[in-house]
């Protein structure tokens, strides 16, 4: 069963950019469409942006426009989200999710704060 560990989630502040990690283990990545969410505090998760299994299709929230980039190298088995211009309503923590047909994997999570 593929594990799923997140990094390069720090304090940064508004109008910086961060570059968030997912790295499979236990697995390939390249079995799994991959796919970054969010949780802020006292709110529920949401889908933030996804990525097929080959990386050909991309897919983003609404409320993401230009700001994310979502990328993976299945040679390194990891997902990235690029994460630019950040503001302070960006602060959450970001789990990493691989899903292949009725399976489903989540990471830790990786804390994201953006400062005014």
């Known amino acids: 069963q593929v594990q799923l560990v997140e990094s390069g989630g720090q304090l940064v502040q508004a109008g910086g950019s961060l570059r968030l990690s997912c790295t499979a283990s236990r697995g390939a990545s390249s079995d799994y469409d991959m796919g970054w969410f969010r949780q802020a505090p006292g709110k529920e998760r949401e889908f933030v942006a996804g990525?097929?299994?080959?990386?050909?299709?991309?897919y983003y929230a609404e409320f993401v426009r230009d700001q994310l980039t979502i990328s993976r190298n299945n040679a390194k088995n990891t997902v990235y989200l690029q994460m630019n211009s950040l503001k302070p309503e960006d602060t959450a923590v970001y789990y990493c999710n691989a899903r292949t047909g009725s399976f489903s994997a989540w990471g830790q999570g990786t804390q994201v704060t953006v400062s005014s």
């Open positions: 990525i097929n299994w080959s990386g050909s299709r991309t």
